[in-house]
């Protein structure tokens, strides 16, 4: 499963691998960006299975980036993970595409059983949705 990690911050994405890399192995890190159009030229670049996206990020929102990556014919599936946790912002990317909505204060934790989860489902067109 390719994963592409797109967080303004780069401890946080240092996080995400160090996580992936201990807990979910069949995970491969393909890229990472901190930067919304350097994140949406990678991940139409790279074609991975799975983003982990933050909301926020240098030069427009993760919510732009969220709306341009679903356009495409095989498009990933987003994993939004954010401190901006607002209801608004839940359903804003839920309804965009965005299969997860995790807290930054705790979702680290679900990150490799939603990966497995998803590596598990048959195809791009499952429509669970989830706000954890």
Do not use: W
Request: with cysteine; proline share 5%; hydrophobic share 50%.
């Amino acid at each position: 499963m390719k994963v592409v990690i797109v967080d303004d911050a780069p401890r946080v994405r240092d996080r995400v691998k160090a996580l992936l890399h201990a807990d979910a192995p069949y995970a491969e890190v393909v890229g990472e960006a901190g930067e919304a159009q350097a994140a949406i030229r990678l991940i139409r670049d790279m074609r991975p299975d799975v983003v982990i996206l933050d909301l926020q990020l240098v030069g427009a929102s993760g919510i732009k980036v969220l709306r341009a990556v679903k356009l495409a014919p095989h498009a990933p599936r987003v994993i939004m993970l954010t401190n901006l946790t607002d209801l608004e912002y839940q359903i804003t990317c839920l309804e965009a595409g965005a299969e997860y909505f995790l807290d930054k204060s705790f979702g680290f934790e679900r990150l490799a059983d939603i990966l497995r989860d998803l590596a598990r489902k048959s195809g791009p067109d499952s429509e669970e949705r989830a706000v954890l």
